[in-house]
Nanobody, 119 residues
Framework: QVQLVESGGGLVQPGGSLRLSCAASGINFDIYTMGWYRQAPGKQRELVAA???????NYDDSVKGRFTISRDNTKNTVYLQLNSLKPEDTAVYYCNARRTLIGRTWTYWGQGTQVTVSS
């Protein structure tokens, strides 16, 4: 079965850094667009960053210049480097794998990892 397992979350002070990892299994990782979403208490889940199978990236405006998404297809893993963290970055961060083909979409989610930015 498909599994996306996130790791790397934790408690960090404002201005600090974290690196999230998401290891995928059960899918042909190379052909999936991988994304990181986050959900803060009382808010909707939102896209933070995504990277296509070809390596193109896009970011939410709130994290541009601070977060970097990357992937290692040899390890079936996607990363999110979080720098210059702010309290408003506090949320549960979820890994997502998505593929669309001829109108059909496959999408899978990880269980989430908590990121807390606080002094």
């Amino acid at each position: 079965q498909v599994q996306l397992v996130e790791s790397g979350g934790g408690l960090v002070q404002p201005g600090g850094s974290l690196r999230l990892s998401c290891a995928a299994s059960g899918i042909n990782f190379d052909i999936y667009t991988m994304g990181w979403y986050r959900q803060a208490p009382g808010k909707q889940r939102e896209l933070v960053a995504a990277i296509t199978s070809g390596g193109s990236t896009n970011y939410d405006d709130s994290v541009k210049g601070r977060f970097t998404i990357s992937r290692d297809n040899t390890k079936n893993t996607v990363y999110l480097q979080l720098n210059s963290l702010k309290p408003e970055d506090t949320a549960v961060y979820y890994c997502n794998a998505r593929r669309t083909l001829i109108g059909r979409t496959w999408t899978y989610w990880g269980q989430g990892t908590q990121v807390t930015v606080s002094s």
